[in-house]
Nanobody
Framework: QVQLVESGGGLVQPGGSLRLSCVAS????????MSWVRQAPGQGLEWVSD????????WYSDSVKGRFTVSRDNVKNTVYLQMHALQPEDTAVYYC??????????????????WGQGTQVTVSS
């Protein structure tokens, strides 16, 4: 059984930082690209970032480019999203997902094979 478990969310002030983690189990993690997708309150899903299976290539949405960094550790079966300079508009539930080709920038949950339960990030003073 494949599981993706996110952690690291929380409440942070504007300008602050957080690092999200997503641990995968039940699958050969190193074979899969990983994605981060978020959903703000009352909004649809927004693709955030992709990372290739080996971690050599990354992609970011324009809204987070330069502030967020995606990385992975294929020994620990973990993908990370380091977030800096957080703003209130970054408030969302953040999901990790796998099963699509990296770089396609897909936001639709139906397109992914596996999807985590999400972790809440709230940016507020």
């Amino acid at each position: 059984q494949v599981q993706l478990v996110e952690s690291g969310g929380g409440l942070v002030q504007p300008g602050g930082s957080l690092r999200l983690s997503c641990v995968a189990s039940g699958i050969t993690f190193r074979n899969y690209a990983m994605s981060w997708v978020r959903q703000a309150p009352g909004q649809g899903l927004e693709w955030v970032s992709d990372i290739s299976p080996a971690g050599s290539r990354t992609w970011y949405s324009d809204s987070v480019k330069g502030r967020f960094t995606v990385s992975r550790d294929n020994v620990k079966n973990t993908v990370y999203l380091q977030m800096h300079a957080l703003q209130p508009e970054d408030t969302a539930v953040y999901y990790c997902a796998m099963g699509v080709v990296a770089g396609l920038k897909i936001a639709s949950k139906d397109e992914y094979d596996y999807w985590g339960q999400g972790t809440q990030v709230t940016v507020s003073s």
